[in-house]
């Protein structure tokens, strides 16, 4: 167990509807970060929050929203979904607000639209 | 545009002997870099990391060398064991290009060890 937990663990949802992601982080940490795992991809970068602020954004469509919560979790909202938004997708956290030393991932929420 | 470049999806190793896994990055601007290690089903865990200013760094069995010049980084698992058997990220972070401080993966190696 890394200590960071992501719900639910697999979803299963048709094209356009939306779908909520959640993510507790390490217990301490206060940078929560989404990562993008399609097939025969690598992870791709789509939003990174600290302590309740947004820090930065990737690859993240307009169809996609994020926010981290005062008791630091935070939620990815995916809406209008499309057969290519079926992907893995993770969580990780982080102690700093800069850097990249120190991400603890979560095992991952599989997202499948059919 | 790929920033960081794993061009061998996969890798098949006898125990007992080294794996070397390669990776290789466009961006000059990256100044960090890590190697992660997948199992299925879980979430990836970090192996070892190496920054800019060093070639070599060390832990265990793993070992990653950085060649700045050819934008070039390779991990090298000495001896390899089965439960070393895993998909294998490389990652690079540093600011511009993007990457603003996050982590920029590689589409990943998957190593094999056969006994």
């Known amino acids: 167990d890394s200590g960071v937990t992501q719900t639910p663990k697999h979803l299963i949802t048709a094209t356009g509807q939306r779908v909520t992601l959640r993510c507790s982080p390490r217990?301490?940490?206060?940078?929560v970060y989404w990562y993008q795992q399609s097939l025969d991809q690598g992870l791709q970068f789509l939003i990174h929050?600290?302590?309740?602020?947004?820090?930065a954004k990737g690859n993240i469509l307009e169809r996609f929203s994020a926010q981290q919560f005062p008791d630091l979790h935070s939620e990815l909202n995916l809406s209008s979904l499309e057969l290519g938004d079926s992907a893995l997708y993770f969580c990780?956290?982080?102690?700093?607000?800069?850097?990249?030393?120190?991400?603890?991932f979560g095992s991952g929420t599989r997202l499948t639209v059919v | 545009d790929q920033q960081v470049k794993q061009n061998s999806p996969s890798l098949s190793v006898q125990e007992g002997r080294i794996s070397i896994l390669n990776c290789d990055y466009t961006?000059?601007?990256?100044?960090?870099f890590l190697w992660y290690k997948k199992y299925p089903a879980e979430g990836p865990t970090f192996l070892i990391s190496?920054?800019?200013?060093?070639d070599k760094n060390e832990d265990g069995r793993f070992t990653v060398f950085l060649n700045k010049s050819a934008k070039h980084l390779s991990l090298h698992i000495v001896p390899s064991q089965p439960g070393d058997s895993a998909v294998y990220f490389c990652?690079?972070?540093?600011f511009g290009g993007g990457s603003q401080g996050n982590l920029i993966f590689g589409k990943g190696t998957k190593l094999s060890v056969k006994p």
């Open positions: 961006n000059s601007m990256f100044d960090y």
């Open positions: 190496i920054s800019s200013i060093k």
């Open positions: 929050y600290y302590n309740g602020e947004e820090r």
């Open positions: 990780a956290s982080s102690a700093y607000v800069e850097g990249a030393d120190g991400y603890t």
């Open positions: 217990s301490g940490d206060l940078s």
């Open positions: 990652a690079a972070s540093g």
